[in-house]
């Protein structure tokens, strides 16, 4: 009987829980509760802020402030690149660091200090999205936000008074948003001479430390203090406006900065080449500095004369005395038709010796070409005094601290007066009905003055400077700035016509020593023009 009464009561505890499941999954099938509510589905254009805060929780920057540019393609190559990238950056920090620290820990009766492992884990940094701000400028801003969950591993060793312990740095994260521009923008690889960085606002930085294999970051109090403690040594020294300078390349040379003064007096020629029908000439000496603009200058008109004498002083602005020439031509004046080359020649910077007068006495040739038999025949001289004075390296200095600088006015600038310079950047936008040939023209105080003609360009480049030399600071006046398209096609109805215009009022550039500004331009449809206007005092 109980072997019979065991098996029933098996078979009934099984049948029992059959029946139970059956019964249970009918109720919930079947029957429904009364205070289920089906979900409310809406585009989500239509949620409001809330809602929208819960199913995303975390928006994508990009989205928040459309300003913000989207960097997934530079985050996907950081993570391509992120172990080769580990290595190299462990090993730079590791070859920087190793050197103070064996310089430091003498003052502290430490023994040693040694890496037994850096790596900065398998986890990138990522950029949800970066600023780039847009200044006339020769500068780049930009403000990326780096989140950076880490998983480094990097364990020092320190030995002091015959004991030796072991501190790791576990589970790195650091949120910032620093601002990085470069400046000023130059020519020569990689284009910019120094990294400025600052932090625009306190970084948010989090870590494990363990002492002798236990987690130090766990006493009560000691978490909050470290990170108050990096918080606030972080922001005294790179919290905006502070920042970290890098210099990537010398500023002088990169932006080929004046590095000093070229003096030169054209004292005379002789024996010049009849050109004229009646056997004599009318010279006049054009000098300049190869691929510097705007640099070339001219002595005055000596008419009727194969021998004339000059004795007028010029100067130049020196950038690269090793690479730069000094080239002169001697031209008869025409009244009517284009003036005759007479002869040629340059003068090698690098052949002076600074701060020593030399006396030249140069032949005329008919081209710079070596070889050319042209050139054994005799076409005058040309008699030079030339003196190069290089800066010395506080006016060096002075000179490279920053881009936006304002250059004193050279020597024999009015006691009260100044220069304004204006200085042609480029045009964005113009467009002209018939041609679209642009140059520049300014008109200030009776005075014109014109850039080149760029061909059929709607958006040109000049970057030419024009000077005015004032007995007094223009506060009252204003200068007008015009673009203008010229053709010489024949048979054309409108050879010349406005492109635009803008009237700038000088008493800003008076008082704040310069502007730079792009300026939208009048009876000009999208227009632009960027001038920068300086006013340069002797003082």
């Keep these: 009987m109980g072997f019979i009464s065991s098996i029933l009561g098996f078979f009934g505890f099984g049948m029992g829980i059959v029946i139970g499941l059956v019964i249970g999954y009918f109720i919930f099938i079947y029957v ?35 300003d913000y540019e989207r960097l997934d393609w530079f985050n ?12 190299a950056i462990c090993k730079t920090a590791k070859g920087i660091v190793d050197p103070i620290i064996a310089e430091q820990i003498p003052q502290y009766k430490i023994e040693s200090v040694d890496f037994l492992s850096f790596t900065l884990g398998t986890l990138p940094p990522t950029f949800p ?22 998983n480094p591993n990097i364990t020092l060793a320190v030995k002091a008074f015959g004991l ?27 284009c910019f001479a ?10 948010h930085v989090d870590f494990g430390l363990k002492l002798l294999g236990a987690d130090a970051m766990s006493i009560p109090g000691l978490y909050r203090f470290v990170q108050e403690i990096i918080k606030d040594q972080v922001a005294s020294m790179y919290l905006w406006p502070k920042t970290l300078e890098v210099q990537i390349l010398d500023p002088t040379k990169a932006m080929k900065r004046p590095v000093g003064i070229l003096n030169v007096t054209v004292v005379k020629a002789m024996k010049l080449k009849k050109t004229d029908l009646l056997g004599l000439s009318d010279p006049y000496v054009k000098l300049k500095i190869v691929n510097e603009k705007p640099s070339t200058k001219k ?35 025409e009244q009517v038709g284009s003036h005759e080359k007479m002869g040629v020649n340059i003068v090698p910077l690098k052949d002076l010796i600074p701060d020593e007068p030399k006396e030249l006495t140069l032949e005329l040739l008919k081209n710079l070409k070596p070889d050319d038999v042209q050139n054994e025949k005799a076409r005058g001289q040309l008699v030079l005094e030339v003196m190069y004075k290089a800066f010395n390296d506080e006016e060096l200095a002075n000179g490279a601290d920053e881009s936006n600088t304002v250059e004193k006015a050279p020597d024999g600038t009015p006691d ?20 679209t040939n642009p140059s520049v023209r300014m008109l200030f105080r009776g005075e014109e003055k014109r850039t080149k003609v760029v061909k059929k360009n709607r958006d040109p480049r000049w970057e030419e400077e024009f000077q005015f030399v004032l007995e007094e600071p223009p506060v009252n006046d204003r200068i007008h700035v015009e673009v203008v398209s010229t053709s010489k096609r024949m048979g054309l109805r409108h050879p010349k016509e406005t492109l635009g215009y803008v009237d700038v009022y000088l008493a800003d550039v008076i008082n704040n020593k310069r502007i730079n500004e792009r300026y939208h331009l009048i009876d000009s449809k999208n227009g632009r023009l960027q001038i920068e206007l300086q006013w340069r005092t002797a003082s």
């Design 416 to 435: 009260g007066g100044g220069m304004l310079v204006v200085i042609v950047h480029e045009g964005q936008d113009l467009e002209g009905k018939h041609h």
């Design 76 to 87: 996907k190559m950081i993570e391509l690149m992120w172990p080769y990238l580990d290595k």
């Design 194 to 203: 120094k990294i400025y960085i600052s932090l625009m606002e306190k970084p």
């Design 32 to 66: 429904l509760p009364t205070d289920v509510k089906h979900p409310d589905i809406r585009p989500l254009a239509e949620q409001d802020t809330e809602s929208l805060q819960r199913l995303l929780p975390e928006i994508p920057l990009w989205v928040k402030n459309p």
């Design 299 to 333: 002595t005055t008109v000596k008419h009727k004369n194969l021998n004339p004498e000059w004795n007028e002083e010029f100067s130049f602005v020196v950038k690269d005395p090793e690479t730069q020439v000094l080239k002169f031509s001697v031209y008869d004046w």
């Design 129 to 150: 999205g970066m600023k780039v701000y847009i200044t006339e400028e020769k500068e780049l801003i930009m403000e990326p936000v780096i989140k950076w969950a880490a």
């Design 164 to 190: 030796k312990a072991t501190v790791q740095m576990i589970d790195l994260q650091i949120f910032a948003s620093p601002r990085i521009t470069l400046k000023p923008l130059v020519p020569t690889f990689p």
